[in-house]
């Protein structure tokens, strides 16, 4: 492996995510790219970011061996994007992210058509839906009344559809950030996802981080920086709903899993007790994954620009210099102070 051998180099991309646009049509007070969110609805900077032509480029430049994860914003808002979707869903297995409002009767029919049939074989392989508990705390999460019901009602669509032409393509997971305000509502969500057909049910930590992609952006100083506090959770409240859910992961056929990988559920209520320490994960990211920002960014962590798509391409950028200067560095310090809370990051426990 790259990492232990020659830490600057490394095989070709296993995993690249693609967000496509930063249109989105909610509003949610945790997310990452809200400010960004923001900023191209008010000033229609979604003209400026890449065509379906551009992305189809970058998708032709990758090894058919890569997994491709499409995101937003919310994908399914830009235009054209049931045609990249097709596109790259030919040679490539895909992993579409989506908040679940908009997978209408007509866009559930096209994924269910383009899903792959093991495997083995390109399409369709997994879809995450975002649901962040009760209809009451979901809404208000994100500022929009009535997006749970679209949610709920588009995630069953879903369901209800690979149910009836068989087989168990796409995988879905249904992913929720744990907070102060949803702590009570886990295990109810939990569930839902085994009585629904879920077949993972992925609990996230909150991460206070926040990402603006832009033209010629440098975010490089903001790894060295300690990540601010968050809402803290009554410990043994916490303790009690973790209990309650891996007492149900059991008989539950639905996969119970916990971000970043491998966090223990004493680890999640350090954290939310703001008690963690960020030495006690690793970050492999830059040696397996890659990301195209909507304006043709390319990183592999978000607060370290790579190069620029339209500038250099992107596979020349993935072993280029500062790809590897980026990956001797965190090699050599592990991780930074401002990977906390990441959910490309890996829980190692505690070193002392």
Not at 35 to 48: G, L, S
């Amino acid at each position: 492996m790259p990492y232990y051998l020659d830490p600057g180099r490394a095989f070709p991309p296993a995993h690249v995510f693609f967000e496509v646009t930063y249109r989105c049509n909610l509003r949610c007070d945790m997310c990452h790219f809200l400010e960004i969110i923001e900023d191209t609805e008010n000033n229609k900077t979604y003209k400026k970011e890449l065509s379906t032509e551009q992305i189809k480029k970058a998708v032709r430049s990758l090894p058919r061996s890569t997994l491709i994860t499409f995101t937003g914003g919310e994908a399914f808002m830009k235009a054209d994007f049931m045609d990249i979707l097709k596109f790259a869903a030919k040679n490539h297995k895909v992993h579409i992210i989506t908040n679940g409002t908009l997978l209408t009767e007509n866009v559930v029919k096209q994924l269910i058509d383009l899903r792959t049939r093991s495997l083995f074989s390109s399409g369709v392989l997994y879809i995450g839906v975002s649901l962040e508990g009760s209809e009451k705390f979901h809404d208000k999460v994100t500022e929009v009344p009535g997006s749970y019901k679209k949610t709920r009602a588009g995630l069953e669509r879903l369901i209800d559809r690979r149910n009836k032409f068989g087989g168990k393509h796409p995988l879905i997971h249904l992913t929720c950030v744990i907070s102060s305000g949803n702590v009570m509502d886990l295990v109810e969500l939990y569930d839902y996802s085994e009585d629904l057909g879920v077949n993972v049910c992925n609990f996230v930590l909150q991460n206070p981080a926040t990402y603006w992609h832009a033209k010629d952006y440098n975010q490089d100083a903001h790894l060295m920086k300690t990540t601010q506090p968050i809402d803290e959770i009554n410990p043994k409240i916490l303790k009690d709903q973790l209990d309650l859910l891996l007492r149900r992961e059991k008989t539950y056929s639905s996969q119970l899993r916990f971000s970043p990988n491998y966090i223990t559920p004493e680890e999640i209520i350090r954290y939310y007790s703001n008690q963690s320490s960020y030495k006690d994960y690793r970050c492999f990211t830059p040696w397996t994954k890659m990301a195209f920002s909507a304006y043709g960014d390319i990183f592999s962590c978000p607060h370290y620009r790579l190069g620029s798509f339209e500038n250099e391409g992107g596979t020349s950028i993935w072993n280029g210099d500062r790809s590897q200067e980026f990956r001797e560095h965190i090699k050599n310090e592990k991780i930074f102070p401002g990977c906390l809370g990441c959910c490309q990051s890996e829980y190692i426990g505690s070193e002392k």
